[in-house]
Nanobody, 121 residues
């Protein structure tokens, strides 16, 4: 059974940074595909970052490119989302997801419970 547990969310002022963590069990980060997906109130889910086979390939949504980085710690079976230069529009619930295809939100098979990120101006 696959479990994904996110942590690291919180409140930060615009321009600040946060690092989200996702610990996976029952799924190998080093050989699979992991993504970070966010959902703001009243908006559709948006995949913001994707990593494949523990770091061999990564991609980002245009809205976060240059500000967010997705990283994997394969021995710890953990994926991180390093977020910098945060904007109020980055405020959302952030979900870790596994076994998907790129930035296709609907393709992910496994989901965590989410961690809230709030950016104030």
């Amino acid at each position: 059974q696959v479990h994904l547990v996110e942590s690291g969310g919180g409140s930060v002022q615009a321009g600040g940074s946060l690092r989200l963590s996702c610990v996976a069990s029952g799924y190998m980060v080093s050989s699979g595909s992991m993504g970070w997906v966010r959902q703001a109130p009243g908006k559709q889910r948006e995949a913001v970052a994707y990593i494949y086979t523990g770091g061999a390939y990564a991609d980002y949504a245009d809205s976060v490119k240059g500000r967010f980085s997705i990283l994997a710690d394969n021995p710890k079976n953990t994926v991180f989302l390093q977020m910098s230069s945060l904007k109020p529009e980055d405020t959302a619930m952030y979900y870790c997801a596994a076994e998907g295809v790129g930035l296709g939100v609907g393709s992910y098979k496994y989901w965590g419970q989410g961690t809230q990120v709030t950016v104030s101006s």
